[in-house]
């Protein structure tokens, strides 16, 4: 029951926001349960928002990210996350990209660096920020597609720590989609994770779900839903 409330939530506030932003205009591409980014940004002058809902062992997140093109070549987000354990996490993300290099001879660079502020509502605060590079390529088949993140993220307690992450997506029709990703967050296994990806509006709404797992871990697997708002003028 307390599950089903907690979707129920998450798609009133998403389909809100959706609603209030249905006049900003496109984006190429959202994935907003994969993190491994890819690399290219919203059109030019448009905005574009993601948002998530994931469970994992009664652990709950979600998350909410708004994004614009502010300046032809870069993109703007500020996003805000919750995760209700015995924490009661939740804060707050900027993040800046640009693209360094177009998709021309199969493949794209850009570059981003995200602050992230947390609030620990019972303990402190604090702010960590991660400097990311992807690379995505095309393939000679146009429904395959690879995206690679290598970058270097610096906590608020001094760790810092080398984030990579490899995601494929492979359209099976014009509406339907599939995704493997692979990515580590911290220096233990990394994790893995499938998600799927239906247009109920096609190249506006979309509709994704994902189920992953920590490699040689006990008790590690989550799973989530995701929308992305990607509408055109």
Known sequence: MFLHASIQWYCAISVLLLCGLFMLAQKSKADPLLNTDDASITTAY??????????????????LTPACNVHSNLEISFGYHAIYDLDRVHGFSAQAKTVLKPMQNNWSA???????????????????WFLNVPVSFNFRD?????????GYQYTHDHRDLIR?????????????????????????????????????????????????DRLHAFRQRWFGFGLSFTPSL
């Open 164 to 212: 990579w992450g490899i995601s494929t997506h492979y359209a099976l029709t014009d509406r339907l989609g599939l995704s493997v990703e692979t990515f580590n967050q911290d220096r233990q296994a990394p994790f893995i994770q499938t998600a799927v990806q239906y247009s109920l509006i096609p190249n506006i709404l979309t509709l994704e779900a994902a189920l992953g």
């Open 46 to 63: 448009s905005c574009q928002l993601e948002s998530a809902y994931s469970s994992n062992n009664g652990v709950r997140s979600y998350q």
């Open 110 to 128: 850009a570059t981003s660096l995200m602050l992230t502020w947390d609030d620990l509502s019972e303990r402190y605060s604090n702010l960590d």
């Open 142 to 150: 146009p429904r395959w597609g690879l995206n690679t993140n290598l």
